[in-house]
């Protein structure tokens, strides 16, 4: 089961690698994890996507909880928070399949960001379902090369 | 006003404003500003023969004396080589600071000699480490270290620090209080919980107390005994719980676990409520977790919350410092016991007294040879059970736990999560030097001695008169007992040569020290008795039976009800369900 926690760290040197460390020698499984600062200088926020049944999630939390430099965990729930990831892919294309290829990418509300006479750039932010729909639907073009930046969440309101 | 000093002075400085009044390390290279700076300090320096001695002195230490304990060693091979005790302190929760130096910052990352990433080998085995940049945050890391090591579940704080940032400049200026936003250990037990384990313990029927370090490390022994007495609930404990509750108390029924004596284990089997305090259902403790304590709701009363539920699920969990939480427990309890109508417990406890008659700690006392659990009997009786006993790790340490019956905490100092061969020694001279008007004694085996076995030279030349008391085998014993029970008895690997090598009294004089010899059961009260008279630190060489084995033994992974090897008793496999005796 995937769980996506949000974690406010202290942003000091060696946070990350506190984080990772933590994951590996524990044995949990780390699905995606991306780090960004806040509004404020000194504190970053981890998004963290786990694969864990909810019993070691319990785990997670409190194991993560016990490193001095994390502040806060919330496990976000997917119905009450907002989550997106942002793909670059490189396409192959030519002068015949260039507009099929710009085409599915106006359905998926993507951006062309680079273009030469063999490949485009492609960005196309949104949930990982809709990512990997994207993914697959320009694969049989030919994927040159492809990043994707992890998931990035927020909890709604307030 | 501000103070201008160097980084070295500011930490010297510092570590004389947490009270620190003692050091053990060795110096190097890049430590050599602080040395230099800790010469004219009233700090004393214990100077170990290696940074693993210098580190489990320091734990020692903090262990017999309930405060931090401070390690110092340089970069590189002085700090991997630290890495052994901070790891053992950091398994039993031993508040330790320590201290290495580091390649300067412009030479960190370019393999500079006597170089190692010291804050990432040691980022698994410490609560914190710091890597210090600039003079100016000595004081606040070291001020931080300290409140992090010996708060909230106590653990080993490294300090990293590079030689140029201790020959920097600062402005000395400490704070009041450590400024730490996402560090907040929980200390006092939630309200409602406390009144749903009073309520589960006044309406159980068989319940067990299980009592680990943290009933230590908290100072709740008072408290514990409070419990115990006034619900007339038996008591087990764990290695680390050992001195927690008195031994010799009636309600105690000693150690549970791998070694643990049958009532203990028998009882966890069938009680219908565990109340586990500062315990951490270890996998020596439980034997198959499947199988432990299936009859029964648990009450988990720790500091740290992922120790609830990590292996055993709590029923009622409470997350609090122990001395705290079974205080309002106690009140709590008085308070309902009015309401909650208490079930009868006597055939309860009629089974457990039966049990404890019946399956005592024994071995054969009349074999006409010198057997290890006669030498802890009588170190126990000739120092009436008050010396802080230090143990090394494998059997002898099993039958000084077994055998060594102590009432008060912080006498029973044991590398009990990562089993350190070689800790007991340099422990023993850590708390001899925090305590020293007592008798400290580590009960060693030949094996693991030897892997620390040049701290004598510190016991000597510190004056520290720690008596050793080799239970010497001539194997790595627990190794050859495991080989005798579960691979066919094929010796690999085990054997230490007694006959040959080493002779412990020529290395014991060699150092300094005093070497005694004792092969005969009628000499070990008087070899004893010489060791405790000597003002020096003394090593008695006692030749025990080679192959002697620690009984009772449940094997690894199977359940507590499964023990082998009485030698005395005819071993009847006690399972619940098939037991001649009526389990409840």
């Known amino acids: ?87 670059l892919a490189k396409v192959k294309v030519d002068k015949d399949t260039r507009s099929e290829v710009i085409e599915i990418v106006d359905i998926f509300r993507g951006n062309i960001v680079d273009v030469s006479p063999e490949s485009i750039i492609v960005e196309v932010t949104g949930s990982s379902q809709k990512l990997q ?20 969440a927020l909890p709604r309101g307030k | 006003m501000q103070v201008k000093m160097t980084g070295a002075q500011a930490l010297v400085r510092s570590l004389e404003e947490e009270g620190v009044e003692i050091i053990f390390g060795i110096p190097g290279g890049v430590l050599l500003p602080v040395f230099d700076v800790l010469y004219d300090s009233p700090i004393r320096k214990v100077l170990t023969r290696h940074e693993q001695g210098a580190a489990h002195a320091a734990d020692g ?24 005790g901070i790891a053992t302190a950091y398994m039993d929760s031993i508040p330790l600071v320590a201290i290495t130096g580091q390649v300067a910052t412009n030479l960190i990352g370019t393999d500079a000699f006597q170089e190692a990433d010291t804050t990432g080998i040691t980022m698994p085995i410490v609560k914190h480490n710091y890597l210090v940049k600039d003079p100016a945050d000595i004081p606040d890391v070291v001020q931080e270290a300290f409140y992090i090591a010996r708060t ?23 704070r009041e209080h450590p400024v730490l936003p996402g560090y907040k250990p929980t200390l006092k037990g939630h309200k409602k919980q406390i009144r749903l384990a009073a309520r589960a313990i006044l309406e159980a029927r068989n319940p067990v107390i299980y009592a680990g370090g943290g009933v230590i490390t908290s100072g709740a022994s008072a408290e514990l005994k409070k419990l115990a007495e006034e619900n007339g609930i038996h008591v087990t404990h764990t290695l680390m719980g050992k001195g927690a509750f008195p ?52 009450i988990h009363i720790d500091v740290d919350p992922a120790e609830i539920s990590k292996n055993v699920r709590a029923h009622i969990p409470i ?46 006392r009349d074999s006409g040879t010198l057997k290890p659990q006669y030498v802890v009997e009588r170190i126990h009786a000739l120092t009436r059970g008050e010396a802080i006993v230090c143990t090394e790790v494998g059997q002898n340490q099993m039958w000084a736990a077994q055998y060594y019956k102590v009432d008060k905490p912080r006498r029973f100092i044991s590398s009990g999560g990562l089993g350190t061969m070689g800790f007991g020694l340099p422990a023993a001279i850590g708390a001899q030097l925090g305590k020293p008007g007592e008798v400290v004694f580590d009960i060693a085996g030949d094996g693991s001695v030897q892997m620390t076995i040049q701290e004598l030279a510190t016991a000597v030349l510190e004056g520290a008169p720690v008596k050793v008391a080799i239970l ?70 006692f030749w025990v039976d080679p192959e002697e084995n620690v009984y009772p033994m449940v094997a690894p992974g199977a359940p507590l009800y499964d023990m082998i090897g009485d030698l005395l008793y005819p071993v009847e496999k006690v399972h619940p369900e098939k037991a001649e005796e009526p389990f409840l």
């Not at chain 1, 999630?57 to 990831?85: F, G």
């Not at chain 2, 909230?152 to 200026?173: A, K, N, T």
């Not at chain 2, 709590?332 to 055939?347: F, G």
């Open chain 1, 1 to 87: 089961m995937k769980h996506t926690l949000s974690v406010l760290v202290e942003n000091k040197p060696g946070v990350l690698a506190r984080v990772a460390e933590l994951f590996a020698r524990r044995g949990f499984n780390i699905d995606s994890l991306a780090v960004g600062t806040t509004d404020r200088p000194d504190i970053s926020r981890m998004t963290i996507v786990v694969d864990v049944a909810e019993h070691s999630l319990e785990q997670v939390r409190k194991q993560l909880h016990k490193l001095i430099n994390v502040i806060e965990i919330v496990d976000l729930d997917p119905e009450t928070s907002v989550a997106r990831e942002l793909v």
């Open chain 1, 133 to 152: 729909a994207f993914e697959d639907l320009v694969r049989p073009y030919g994927i040159r090369e492809l990043v994707r930046t992890g998931k990035v």
């Open chain 2, 61 to 84: 230490y903090a262990r017999a004396t309930g405060r931090v304990g401070v390690c110092m060693a340089t970069s590189g091979p002085g700090a991997t080589n630290l890495v052994t």
């Open chain 2, 152 to 174: 909230g579940r106590p653990g080993p704080v490294l300090i990293d620090l590079p030689v140029d940032v201790s020959r920097g400049e600062l402005q000395y200026r400490r």
């Open chain 2, 247 to 298: 031994e010799s108390h009636p309600l105690s029924m000693g150690m549970l676990g791998m070694h643990g004596t049958r009532c203990a284990n028998y009882a966890m089997c069938e009680t219908d409520l565990v109340i586990a305090v500062g315990a951490r259902f270890d996998d020596r403790i439980t034997g198959k977790l499947s199988e432990f304590a299936p009859k029964a709701r648990v």
């Open chain 2, 319 to 364: 997350v609090g410092d122990a001395r705290q939480v079974l205080k309002d427990l106690n009140a709590a309890i008085r308070e309902m016991r009015s309401e909650v109508q208490a079930p009868d417990r006597s055939e309860w406890n009629a089974l457990i007294e039966g049990w404890k008659k019946k399956y005592p700690l024994t071995y054969d």
């Open chain 2, 472 to 541: 010497n085998n001539g194997y790595l014993g627990m190794v050859r007992q495991w080989q005798q029970l579960f691979y066919h008895g094929k010796y690999s690997c085990s054997c230490l040569e007694r006959e040959r090598t080493p002779d412990f009294v020529l290395l014991a004089e060699a150092y300094g020290a005093k070497g005694i010899r004792v092969k005969d059961p009628e000499m070990v009260d008087q070899a004893i008795l010489e060791a405790l008279e000597a003002p020096c630190p003394v090593l008695i060489d």
